[in-house]
Every structure is written in C-alpha cells, then in structure tokens.
C-alpha cells in the first residue's frame, strides 16, 4: 500500500508561482508513475504531468496546457513528488491530486490507471 498526502496549495494571483508536494510513505515510490492530475469545479479530471518510475530513466510528461510552466521533479530520498508551477493562469483553479501506481505503458495519463492517490489541494489563481 501507498499512501499519498499532497500540500502546497493556496491562492496565488495570475503570474506567481507555487510548489506542491506529494508525500508517499508505506512504500518507496522510485519504481512507480507519479502522475499530478487535477479537477475544476463542473469538470473532469485532467492529467497534468508525470514523472516515470525509475526504470524508465526518468522520463516526465505534461499536458499541453502546462508545459512550459509547470516542473515536476522528485527527491527518492524524501521519497516526494513535486510540482513546480509557475506563470500560473486563472484556469489553472483545481484541486490538484497526486496519484501513484504502474499504469501499462502509454496509460500515463489516464486516472483509472492509477490505485493510490492524495486527498487533495486547492489551488486557487485569481485573476
């Protein structure tokens, strides 16, 4: 089992930045995908970036809405995500999820593929 806690959200006005954090205890997370995906009120939930597992050499993929102006990166020691976000835009407004698992190849950004996810936070960009 992993357990996930995500952190860093908040409000932040259009063009500024936040950091948000992705905890995983219970297990080490270096050899699963960790995708960051989030959800607007009224919408869907919407991949945002993931960074392979480890065995993938540390590929890293993003949404065509954030790349550019969103990193996302990992400390294996701290066994923690993170999600660098910057130039952020109004309808960057979600709650942002983190989630991990092994998704079959290609599946990355697709959340049924993903077991084990955080409860959340809220980011909120004001225009």
């Known amino acids: 089992q992993v357990q996930l806690v995500e952190s860093g959200g908040g409000l932040v006005q259009a063009g500024g930045s936040l950091k948000l954090s992705c905890a995983a205890s219970?297990?080490?997370?270096?050899?699963?995908?960790v995708g960051w995906f989030r959800q607007a009120p009224g919408k869907e939930r919407e991949f945002v970036a993931a960074?392979?597992?480890?065995?993938?050499?540390?590929?890293?993929h993003y949404a065509d809405s954030v790349k550019g102006r969103f990193t996302i990166s990992r400390d294996n020691a701290k066994n923690t995500v993170y999600l660098q976000m910057d130039s952020l835009k109004p309808e960057d407004t979600a709650d942002y999820y983190c989630?991990?698992?092994?998704?079959?190849?290609?599946?990355?950004?697709?959340?049924?593929?993903?077991?084990?996810w955080g409860q959340g936070t809220q980011v909120t960009v004001s225009s």
């Open positions: 989630a991990a698992d092994r998704p079959p190849f290609g599946y990355y950004t697709m959340a049924g593929e993903y077991d084990y």
């Open positions: 219970g297990r080490t997370v270096s050899d699963y995908t």
């Open positions: 960074s392979m597992g480890s065995w993938s050499g540390g590929r890293i």
